[in-house]
Structure formats: C-alpha cells, structure tokens
C-alpha cells in the first residue's frame, strides 16, 4: 500500500493516510470476531445471559459502532459499493444488540428514581450510607423484590421494592412487567439475529475486513486528517444550532415544556441534542483513526457522559409516559409515574446543563 | 418621653432609642387604621371583592406584621403586660387575613404551571411573547375558562383551559374547584373575623398605639440597635444551619426526595427554609425601624422574594399532591397531578438555588 511521507512530522499535513485506516479496520474487525467467538462460547441463548456473554454481546456492538462509524467519516478511502453495502448491515446489528441492554438500564434507572422519590434506600446505599442506622429502622430485611427474582433474570440486581408506598410499588411492578416483557423479546430478536443468514453474511464481511480492507483507487493519495476535521465541523455546527445559553440557565424549566402535551412522540426538542451525541461519537472514533485519542480529552468524555444520560433519561421519561397509559391502573399509580416522568424530565435539563458546563469549560481554556 | 442625645452621629452607641421605635409603631398603627377604614368603605363583603378593597385587606396584613413584629425584637421596650397580649392577636388577624389571598395566587400557580406543561400559552403570554404566530396557530379564540366565570370571581384574570390535554384540563378544573372552594371559606372567615368582637378588641388597641405607645419603664435607656443586631444574628444562625453547599448546586434533585414518601405532612425539609423566610422579615422590619431601610438593600430583596417563592412552591406542590387524593378520580387526573406535583417541587429547589445564588453575592462582595 502506497504511503505518504511528505511531511512525518506533521499528521494535519497528510502524513495520516489509509494506512492508519486500513490498520484500525482490521484491529476492530479482529475485536469483533474476538466478541462473536466468546459470545458463542458463553452460552448467548440464557435470558440475560451470563456476565461473559454480556460483556461479549457489548463489545460486539462496540466493534460494530466503530467500524460503521469509520466507513462513515473516511467513505473516500473506502471501495463505495461494499462500503455501502455493510454500512447499514453494520447498523441494524448494533441496533438490535443494543436494545436487550437499553430496557434493562431503563427498568433500573426507573425503579433507582423511584426509591429515590419515596424516600427509601436501595439495598447498596443502606449497606455502604446508612449503616447501622437502616438496620434499626429499615421495616424489614432487605431482599431481591420477589416480582424481580421470579422474571428468571438472576444477573440483574435490581432495587429491593420493599419500602417503597403503594403507588410507586404498583408503579415499580407495572414498569418490571413492561420493562422484562421488552427486554426479553428484544433477548429473542437478538438470538435470532446472530443466527440468522443476515449475520452470517456480516460476520463473512467483517472476515475478509479483518485480513483486507477494501480500499478505493483514490485511498493512497487522500490524507484522513481533512476528513476528520469535517466530522468535528459538523459535531461543532451541530452543537452551534444547540439552545446552550438556555441550558446553561440552571433550573430553566424547558425539558418539562410539553410535560404534558397529548403529542404522543418523544419531545422533540430532544433530537438535537440526541444527534449531538451520534456527532460527538463520530469525532471520537475518528481521533481513534487518526490515534489523537491517546491523548485522553476529559472534555469529550465528559460531554459523551452527559449526552448518554440526556438520551437515557429522555427514554426513561417517555417509559414513564407510556406506562401511565395502561389501561385501568389505579390514580395512585398514574401519580406516582408522574411524578417519574417529571423527574425524569429533569434529569434531562440537568443533562443538557452539565454538557454545557462541560463544553464551555474547553472554550474558555483553550487559547 | 426621655430621649438619649449622648453621641448624636453615631447610631450604633445607642442614640437610636424608644423614639424611633414609636415613631415607627405610631405610623403603622395609622396605616391600619386608614386600611380599616378603606377596607370598610370598598364592600370588603363580596367574595373575591373591589380592587381597592383587596389592597385595603394587604395594607392590613402589612401592618399589623410590622406592628408584631416590632413589638418582638424590641420586647425589653414595650409594656410587656400590654405586648404580650397584642401580639397573638395581631398574628391571628394578618394570617386569617392571608388565608384567602394564598388560595387564590396557588391556584393560579398551579394553573399557569399547567399550561406550561402542557406546552399551551397562557393568554397575557399569546399576547406579549408570541404576537402573531399565535393569533395563526391558536386552536381557538382566547377565553376565560367557563368554570373559573361560573365561580363568581369576576375579578381573577385566571388562565385559559380551552387548549389544555385532557389530564391537564382536568387536573386544573379539580384544582381550581377545591382551591376556590378553600378561598371562599377563608373569605368567610376573614369577613367573621373582620366582624368579631375579638377584631374590635385588638381594632382599639391599635387606636391607642396610634396616639400614645406603651412603652416599658427601661425604654428610655434602652437602645434599639443591639436588638436588632440580635434579630439578624438570629437570622444569620438560621441560614448557617441550611444546607447552601447542596442548594448551591443545581439540579441537585433533593427537593424531590420524598416526593412520593406515603407521609402526608409537608416535607420537613422546607421547615428551615420557612423559618429563614420569618427571620428576614423580621430583619427587614428592625432595619425599618432603625430607618437603615432607607438604603434599599437589594440582597435582602432578592433572597426575601426566593423565600416567597420557595413557600408557594411548597404549598402549591402539596396541593397538587392533596388533590391527586380525592377518591375516584381519573389516572389521567392523577398523573398530570404527579407532574404537576413534580414540577412544583423542582420549583422549590429553583428558590433555594436563587436564595443560595443572592445570599453568596453579598459575602462575597463584603469586604
């Protein structure tokens, strides 16, 4: 493969090529048969699966995310016709790895918030908070909640529902019940995927990946760095077009406008600052081609942080939403996710605070 | 009356004395003795009553706190036979006359929080915020709500329901049904109470204050500053003892907490808060007293009106959470309740972070 040398000193000059492409394609492809190898071997089919498994199914995703992403930011380089045929192959197998792992951090972020509202303590924070004080005064010991063990999900310590007041018990269980139901047909259709020939064909592709990549003509004489630079503009406009003096206002009530609009769809309101979060994982990934990741930014680590928790509590709030609509629940339950959902809500507004604190932080020291 | 003129210039060593301190309470006995009067002549009878019959009825809360209040920082002054029998009395006047103006503003809290949340613009907002845009994209024309003009109180420009969801609309018509309910009942009393001969009794005695004040057979000797420096340490106290580093952290979600615990008395956590909220009045009052008010002190001001606001956000939210306990009402009712309930809360932690944000300002900017 042919290399550029003009400059060795200096990456933004062109010195970056597809050979520093070419080499994290392969690492990543390598990664992710790695995964699929261990995620095999682990028993993959157990509801839940176990710890090995998860940690295979995410890595999987991680691999996936990375090279979609790169075909993605550095297309040029990249032979089109096969570039674009993986590319939305690469998509649908993160995507439906994802969900499994996304209901069930939504089920326990839900019933964390709900023992936060009620006043009682999860089993962790009386162990390591309260001390001798929760043993004195906890009602009764502290247990798996019974609705919990008997959904057959053993790995999931989720929050004791034991103290909790009637209406966010019956919440609790009401979102337990939805929560389990969709995580365990999101555990189906992810079995089903990685046996089906659609992933056969992927996992073929990540093969030869893993040995060649498939270079355009052009791929020897395109420096990455400008394209690189044209990702980090488009995370840049995109966070331009963001309403961050709003956000930068603490408790400026926005993520609660629509609280309760009859529009059924998430707020709207959300999406850019959900499409940030795509733009700012594309600017990571490609400062991992072009290796500038070693240089640890806790600015971009800090706003990705933010950003996963604006999207984790906007989808929180919304599952909150969803469930109050259940027919025949009781008043005691509709309140209780209410007040769920508004908190929910909050979080959201005091995610978009902390990535404008973070973000601002970085304009103001940089020169 | 003895009057101290040792070192005329420096009011501090004590040249402030019983004078200014009757000076002070003769004035705001003719003050409520004019709003009596005014209160009288505006047909304080009719529910909701005349404009100037509700500004008659403030100038008497207004007083008679001042009038209370002194006669408590500057107890070793007054005759305490005399005092002691005053003041409770004065307390029972201005807090039953208070009760109907409380209900009121918390209903219109609680409905323009509605319309917030429910992403519909309130009428004075279509007018002056959105202009044109609405004037196109309202549903329909802008209107009183039938419920509130059927209530009888012409004279409450309460927000439009027209436009709200079904949750909302409903949630606000139980509100604005059990708060006028409340309202009319505390008009009631006050009328009784303006009607008693237990009125008339402490009615006679301000007659007396504004002609001659009982003072103590020390008041002459007695300087005013030291007492009043008692009252802002006592307030000083207070404020040390709530928790700012927390308050001064936004979205610190600790106003939520118990916000769905099965205790039914308002959350302790505000107790403190409203405590400070008494002991600033009363600083504020002494500062009257000793004729410093004439520098307007914008500190005061500004924490004074984040108190406020953390009382009614206090007391709105448990409203919310009250009404959300009727029996038999609609899961959508509940729920919209639980965010409005939410919301109130998160407006409660909002007036801390304000009241943590004015209070900081000025020790930092004390040399």
Redesign the interface.
């Known amino acids: 493969m042919a290399q550029q040398h003009l400059e060795p000193t200096d990456a933004s000059a062109g010195a970056v090529t597809a050979d520093a492409l070419a080499g994290y394609l392969r690492a990543q492809a390598t990664e992710f048969l790695r995964a699929l190898r261990q995620h095999r071997e682990n028993g993959g089919a157990a509801a839940g699966g176990s710890e090995a498994s998860v940690d295979a199914a995410r890595a999987l995703r991680r691999s996936s995310r990375r090279i979609s992403a790169s075909l993605h930011t550095f297309r040029p380089l990249l032979d089109p016709d096969w570039s674009e045929r993986i590319r939305p192959e690469l998509a649908w197998l993160s995507g439906t790895l994802a969900l499994e792992h996304a209901y069930e951090a939504r089920l326990e972020r839900l019933l964390l918030a709900?023992h936060?509202?009620?006043?009682a303590m999860v089993p962790t924070q009386v162990d390591v908070v309260a001390g001798s004080r929760a043993a004195g005064a906890a009602p009764g010991p502290q247990k798996t909640a019974p609705a919990n063990a008997a959904s057959g999900n053993p790995g999931t310590p989720a929050p004791d529902r034991g103290n909790?007041?009637?209406?966010?018990a019956k919440a609790g269980a009401l979102l337990d019940r939805q929560l389990t139901l969709a995580r365990t047909r999101a555990h189906s259709t992810a079995l089903q995927a990685l046996g089906s020939s659609r992933f056969h064909a992927v996992a073929d592709n990540i093969a030869v990946l893993a040995s060649e990549v498939p270079l355009s003509q052009t791929a020897a004489t395109t420096p990455l760095p400008p394209l690189a630079a044209a990702a980090e503009d488009r995370l840049n406009d995109a966070i331009t077009a963001l309403p961050l003096v709003t956000a930068g206002h603490?408790?400026n009530?926005e993520a609660?406008?629509?609280?309760?609009?009859?529009d059924p769809s998430p707020h709207p309101q959300d999406a850019p600052w959900h499409q940030v979060r795509l733009l700012l994982r594309l600017h990571r990934y490609a400062r991992e081609v072009l290796q500038d990741a070693e240089i640890v930014d806790v600015r971009l680590l800090t706003a990705g942080e933010a950003l996963d928790r604006h999207r984790d509590a906007s989808e929180a709030a919304a599952a909150a939403a969803q469930a109050?609509r259940t027919p025949r629940?009781?008043?005691?339950?509709?309140?209780?996710?209410?007040?769920?959902?508004?908190?929910q809500r909050?979080?959201v507004?005091?995610a978009r605070?902390a990535f404008q604190q973070a973000w601002q932080k970085e304009t103001v020291s940089t020169p």
Do not use: C, K, N
């Open positions: 709900l936060r509202l009620s006043g909790l007041t009637v209406g966010a603490p408790y009530a609660l406008i629509h609280g309760l609009s009859p109050a629940i009781a008043p005691a339950t509709a309140y209780a996710l209410g007040v769920l959902h508004a908190d909050h979080e507004e005091a605070f």
